[in-house]
């Protein structure tokens, strides 16, 4: 059987490798690629997906737009986010999901036994990345998701669509941190190859003594934002979890079996030169 990860570039991604560690652990004989596709070539390479012997597929950038209209159905999740990063492929039928922001909710929940539900959320960004963990954040449960971004009307737009699905979120115009359970940074700033590794969007100074600073950039793993919050003594979470998490909620939607987190891990810090921890 095949799976692989449709984006533009996908070069650098880390998916082949955790996937891939991940069939090899379970026995199960899936070959992962990297499926490199520019977008003119996106709606032939969604129809590939419907060859019998292809178990599903991940989306990346430019993508996870872009393919919603190619399938032939999206999971709640997905449909509110209007973005896909899961395609599974079963009786003949392209489901999309989004497991973007459920992985991140796992990713509280396994790495840092922090419940969604019922928490005070602030949530630095209003991009692709923000807009899936503040649906999947407002299924989970959360109390008050605060969205703050630089640009003030795309907070403005997640926050009144995620109170549109049922979900308490308003935009917030300060990145203070004072009183929150969670803060997050889904801003690119920090991260690797953007200029802006040296910078943070929020200062931590008064953030609550036990409120969970979480960096969904995993590249570099300590981000300025991250390291502030080590400094502070707050629990911290960097990106790498999301992103395995999201891979093992693939791998279960596309096997029915529990994912080898642990060999996910092991995969990908080894890819990314880290010590296993
Ligand atoms: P992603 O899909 O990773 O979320 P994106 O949609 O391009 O990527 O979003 C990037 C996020 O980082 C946005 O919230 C963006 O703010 P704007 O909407 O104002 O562009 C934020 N961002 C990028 N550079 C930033 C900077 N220098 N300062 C603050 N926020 C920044």
Redesign the pocket.
């Known amino acids: 059987m095949r799976a692989g990860i449709i984006g533009h570039p996908v070069g650098h991604s880390l998916s082949p490798v955790f996937q891939g560690a991940a069939f090899r652990a379970c026995g199960l004989d899936v070959t992962y690629a990297a499926w490199d596709t520019p977008p003119g070539e996106l709606a032939g390479r969604v129809a590939g997906l419907r060859a019998p012997d292809v178990l599903g597929a991940n989306v990346t950038?430019p993508h996870k737009e872009a393919v919603a209209p190619l399938l032939d159905e999206l999971e709640l999740l997905a449909a509110r986010v209007g973005a896909v990063n899961t395609i599974v492929h079963r009786a003949a039928r392209l489901t999309g999901h989004n497991t973007d922001g459920s992985g991140f909710v796992a990713a509280l929940r396994e790495e840092r036994q922090f419940e969604a539900a019922g928490a005070t959320v602030l949530l630095l960004?209003?991009?692709?990345?923000?807009?899936g963990i503040a649906f999947a954040l407002a299924a989970a449960g959360a109390r008050d998701i605060a969205i703050w971004?630089?640009?003030p009307e795309?907070a403005q737009r997640l926050a009144a669509d995620v109170a549109a699905a049922g979900g308490a979120a308003h935009a917030q115009g300060a990145t203070d941190p004072a009183g929150f359970d969670l803060v997050v940074n889904?801003?690119?700033?920090g991260m690797s190859g953007?200029g802006?590794t040296g910078?943070s969007?929020c200062d931590l100074r008064r953030a609550a003594p036990r409120a969970l600073a979480v960096d969904i950039v995993y590249r570099p793993a300590e981000t300025p934002f991250l390291a502030q919050a080590r400094a502070l003594g707050l629990p911290w979470l960097g990106g790498l979890p999301m992103l395995i998490h999201q891979g093992a909620l693939a791998f279960e939607l596309w096997t029915g079996q529990p994912a080898p987190v642990a060999v996910m891990f092991a995969a990908a810090r080894a890819a990314l030169g880290e010590a296993a921890a």
Not at 125 to 131: H, I, K, N, T
Not at 186 to 189: P, Q, W
Request: hydrophobic share 20%; glycine share 16%.
């Open positions: 950038i960004g209003a991009g692709g990345a923000s807009r971004n630089r640009t795309r889904c801003t690119s700033l953007t802006t910078d969007p």
